[in-house]
């Protein structure tokens, strides 16, 4: 197996976005794609953290993400679906579900190496980090992940304001400074 480079799992999103149902298709190729990890997980010996935005137009976003060990983002939705596949490490998602204005939690999954989730339109997730190594996934979502207009949730007192980018490249940020400095 050789390396699978970034801009053929773009390649590959993009077509099968171009199907009838997007969603599964894109879940399809994710699933090829990371069931063979060891194409992907050289890009975790020197992470960048963050998410690197691989390819952006209104009808899909493909990003790369590597999460920093212990990093615990506050709850977001994202109001177009969205495909997860991680290729090393682990990404655990807390669900919540709107009610009467408010979020309340609603179960998890724990993602591992190999795993897919489809999320829908609606879902509002937090995602956590809790290995003590970096986790590699691709975040696919059916629309402009960028332009959106969505909403956060102040992870204690579960407030919703509008998502800010800058908030969540700040929580990537601050989880790789401490995990730094711990293993200094
Ligand atoms: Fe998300």
Redesign the pocket.
Known sequence: VGTTDLSDVVEQCVQAAAEGDARLAVRDVLERIVSQPEGLAGRLGDPKVGLDILYRAPNLTVIHVVWPPGIS?FP???RMW?A?AIYGGQEDNAFYRRREGRIVPSGGRELRVGDVLL?GDD?V?S?RNPARTHTGAI?VYGGDFVDMPRSQWDAETLEERPYDHEAVAREFARAEEAFLAASE
């Open positions: 983002l977001h939705d994202h969205a997860i999320l879902a997730h995602v975040h």
